[in-house]
Structure formats: C-alpha cells, structure tokens
C-alpha cells in the first residue's frame, strides 16, 4: 500500500446528479485545502488541469494531463469573492447537467500569463462522489454552497 505509484492509478469522482465530472490521479481526499484567509476549504487540484466537455476520454487521459474535468461548463464573467484581506476573482465551474457549482479557477494577477489549462482548479468539499461512493449508494447531504445560484 505504501508503494502505490500514483502515475498508473486514476480515479473517477461524480457530481451529486451523477455526471462524470473529473477523472484523475489525484485521490481528491489526500488534496491539500486553501488555506485561511479563504474560508471555502476548497481542494486544490493541481495543474495541469484540463476542462473539456467530450464525454469520451480514452484518447486524453493518454495524454501528459493529470486531471481532466469533464461535462463541465466555465462561467463567461468571473465573479468577485471578498477575503479578509482583499479580493480575488473566480471564475466558476459548473456540473452541465444540474449546474451546480462544482468549483471554480482563479483570474488573479498571478495566472494572468498562464494557460488556463496549466492553472489549478479549486473544487468545491463534499461536491463529488468517488465512483466507488456512488455504486454503493452513498447520499450526501447537499452543501451549503450549492444552494447558491
Ligand atoms: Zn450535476
């Protein structure tokens, strides 16, 4: 167990309507949180990440990506989070399907020359279900975040 190579294991996690969302060799539980003064908790998935809306992935997870968001839908206008101690702008990301917020990436200054596919993304805790929490049936409660609109 302790000798698992993270380059071969991929995980899948869904939406709470089920949808595939995220495909990954990250195990979304061992994600590091945001830290204070952001107050979300959100997991942070590292880059590179790419978002994609095609429903086949066989052919990119080939590919040198360690994470691909799936039937995934980017806000055109990001919006303004206050923090403690400024602003920060984010842009959301939403299930296609029931359009819940699933998580969100950052415009700060700092990403502004990156690729967005070489930003991290931040997903939202309690969000997803792995496909192993799914098959048995498991049925969170719905976050308080998700109520927003
Ligand atoms: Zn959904």
New binding site residues.
């Given amino acids: 167990m302790a000798e698992e190579s993270p380059s071969t294991q991929s995980y899948t996690y869904h ?3 089920s ?1 595939l969302i995220l495909t990954t060799t990250h195990e979304v539980q061992s994600l590091p949180h945001r830290q204070e003064p952001v107050q979300d908790a959100a997991l942070i998935l590292p880059p590179p990440v790419e978002v994609t809306r095609s429903e086949t992935i066989e052919a990119q997870t080939t590919q040198s990506f360690s994470s691909i968001l799936l039937n995934v839908a980017t806000e055109r206008r990001p919006i303004i989070i206050r923090r403690d101690d400024g602003f920060e702008k984010r842009t959301l990301l939403r ?1 296609t ?2 359009k ?1 917020v699933i998580g969100y990436s950052l415009d700060d200054i700092h990403w502004e020359n990156s690729e967005r596919e070489l930003r991290p993304v931040y997903l939202l805790p309690g969000g997803l279900l792995s496909t192993a929490e799914m098959v048995e049936g498991k049925q969170p409660g719905t976050p308080a975040w998700a109520d927003q609109k």
Avoid: A, G, P
């Fill in positions: 939406c709470l309507c949808t299930c399907r029931c819940i």
